[in-house]
């Protein structure tokens, strides 16, 4: 049986969220979307993990929910980066029930893409700095790994597979933001996008937020350590809303890239430079869809990888679906400017259904 597991990106929310009954993080402004799925037959579930956390700590607290106990973010993890070893317990309210038979298609959007990645590593191959320092029984089940044939497939949509230049260009002495030429309200709009994403520091090592896992350097990093399982099913979903200029640089298309993302996408969509790791960051990097770059969400640098073709999908190599032509919210309902995409994820879903039969 698939149990279909969608998870929120940088700033989401999700089902045990009370804002979810307010305004569905899946659906948007068009509607719930895991409602409209379920009375089509499948079964979903939208897994509320920590708004700005590291892809660990969202691991650790999605396989939380999933098995209904008590987040635990390991003995090792806790200590190098200062927080609690553990946090909500959820035994009374799992968000699904897992047994045996239930295979799961995990789906992220942007950094739940990171995040349901990680998730599936740790679930099979486990983590050894973990087993390292922690006595056998006390070591949480999800840390052992050798979970096999639990996940059917994994879909990431808009995800910085390999980082997104919205933060190392930032951090560039060499690359001046503000100068660069965007509407005059997009700038404001721009901060106020600014202070949600921005986490508010808590005393943890600055290491253990999504904004940096989300480098350049960062993703390459955790991508070393990820495994594309030849068991797995693989789908990306790249989003794109600018358009090449004159001079090689990519510009926001205003009927598409919602008015907050405009100054980012400007941005991102002429910058060029070295990363401190020393990834060299040229023109190929400028197509975006608001803080995502296109060449990022396709597929993690050097995996097999592939055009989506329905008639030869295989596992173990990343299917690139086509671009969806739209800003980085758009995906999953638009954050001001509604989009149905409900036939898009009916699609989608009928899809990865019928590989079952293979």
């Known amino acids: 049986m698939l149990r279909y597991i969608f998870v929120h990106g940088l700033a989401g929310w999700g089902s045990y ?15 719930d979307l895991m409602q409209y799925l379920r009375d089509k037959g499948f ?41 609690e070893r553990f946090g909500r317990d959820f035994s009374d309210h799992p968000l699904i029930e897992w047994d045996g038979d239930t295979q799961l298609v995990l789906i992220g959007h942007s950094f739940g893409g990171a995040t349901v990645r990680l998730f599936s590593e740790i ?44 933060y190392d260009m930032l951090e560039d002495a060499n690359f001046d933001a503000s100068r660069v030429k965007a509407p005059w309200w997009s ?7 600014s202070k949600r994403v921005v986490p508010v520091r808590d005393g943890r090592d600055p290491r ?55 100054k980012r996408s400007c941005q991102i969509g002429c910058y060029s430079g070295v990363t401190k790791g020393g990834t060299v960051i040229d023109s190929a990097w400028n197509e975006n869809d608001g803080l995502v770059n296109l060449i990022s969400a ?5 995996e097999p990888q592939q055009e989506l073709n329905r008639n030869s999908i295989r596992p173990g190599v990343w299917n690139i679906c086509p671009t969806f032509i739209g800003d980085h919210m758009m995906i999953h309902g638009g954050l001001t400017r509604k989009r149905d995409v409900k036939d898009f994820y009916l699609s989608l879903l009928n899809m990865i259904c019928g590989l079952q039969s293979l």
Not at 139 to 164: E, M, Q, Y
Not at 187 to 193: C, D, E, F, G, I
Not at 213 to 236: G, I
């Open 17 to 31: 969220d009370e804002k979810y009954q307010e305004k569905p993080y899946w659906g948007m402004r068009g509607g």
């Open 43 to 83: 079964d979903c579930a939208a897994a509320s993990v920590s708004p700005h956390g590291s892809a660990w700590d969202r691991a650790c607290e999605l396989y939380a929910q999933l098995k209904g106990t008590r987040v635990d973010y390991g003995v090792c993890h806790s200590e190098k980066y200062g927080h």
């Open 123 to 166: 679930l099979v191959n486990g983590a050894k700095e973990e087993i390292e320092v922690t006595s056998a029984d006390d070591l949480s089940p999800f840390f052992r790994g050798g979970v096999k044939n639990a996940i059917h497939s994994i879909v990431v949509l808009a995800s910085p597979l390999n980082g997104t230049t919205a």
């Open 187 to 193: 700038t404001r709009l721009a901060k106020l996008v």
């Open 208 to 262: 253990d937020f999504a904004d940096y896992d989300m480098h350049v350097d960062a993703a390459a990093e955790m991508n070393r350590h990820l495994t594309t399982f030849p068991d797995v099913y693989y789908f990306s979903v790249p989003c794109s809303s600018t358009k090449a200029v004159k001079d090689g640089t990519h510009r926001p298309i205003l009927k598409l890239t919602d008015p907050f993302f405009v």
């Open 298 to 302: 396709k597929a993690p640098f050097g």
